[in-house]
T-cell receptor, first 112, second 111 residues
């Protein structure tokens, strides 16, 4: 069955380190998204991509970057991790033309 | 006005009750509408799409009111397992643009 996976599922890192979270989907969806979710804020869009070599900033993109070298993967990089980036990160891909969006299981990141 | 707005709740209802959630959206040109369910510390999962004519899936009924710019979700005969946060999701800006997620309405079904 097609699916969307994230790794690692849990990560503890130190302030200032570079961290990369992986997202892989096997649906061949062009549209992929990264969100963070914190108590009281709901889902907030970090970056998104509409296809290979395409990346766009979301509402909370500062301190994060993404790259899209193939259809299946959209890794999220924290250039220099900060304690404010402690959160749960969800990757998603979206099916066209229904717009139905599917989420990965999430990565719980703690920055100490 | 927020693009997508929901009552955060919580809604605390007894088993067997009927409960309804509403969600308003800002852009009359919005095209796609969904309800997602999110369990604590888990990823959001599609509950149902919302169609113009309204649609039903078992105990769940979704409706769209374009004139008043809101969608609704009705849950009949609530079960303990319905306890979750329900997210209203709208493609507010037509075309290939990010979906906008409401902050969610929390439901607790009590025995």
């Amino acid at each position: 069955d097609a699916e969307i996976t994230q790794s690692p599922r849990h990560k503890i890192t130190e302030t200032g380190r570079q961290v990369t979270l992986a997202c892989h989907q096997t649906w061949n969806h062009n549209n992929m998204f990264w969100y963070r979710q914190d108590l009281g804020h709901g889902l907030r869009l970090i970056h998104y991509s509409y296809g290979v070599q395409d990346t766009n900033k979301g509402e909370v993109s500062d301190g994060y970057s993404v790259s899209r070298s193939n259809t299946e993967d959209l890794p999220l990089t924290l250039e220099s991790a900060a304690s404010s980036q402690t959160s749960v990160y969800f990757c998603a891909s979206r099916e066209a033309p229904t717009d139905t969006q599917y989420f990965g299981p999430g990565t719980r990141l703690t920055v100490l | 006005r927020k693009e997508v707005e929901q009552d955060p709740g919580p809604f605390n209802v007894p088993e067997g009750a009927t409960v309804a959630f509403n969600c308003t959206y800002s852009n009359s040109a919005s095209q796609s509408f969904f309800w997602y369910r999110q369990d604590c510390r888990k990823e959001p999962k599609l509950l149902m799409s919302v169609y113009s004519s309204g649609n039903e899936d078992g105990r769940f009924t979704a409706q769209l009111n374009r004139a008043s710019q809101y969608i609704s979700l009705l849950i009949r005969d609530s079960k303990l397992s319905d306890s979750a946060t329900y997210l209203c999701v709208v493609n507010v800006r037509p075309g290939n643009t990010p979906l906008v997620f409401g902050k969610g309405t929390r439901l607790s079904v009590i025995a």
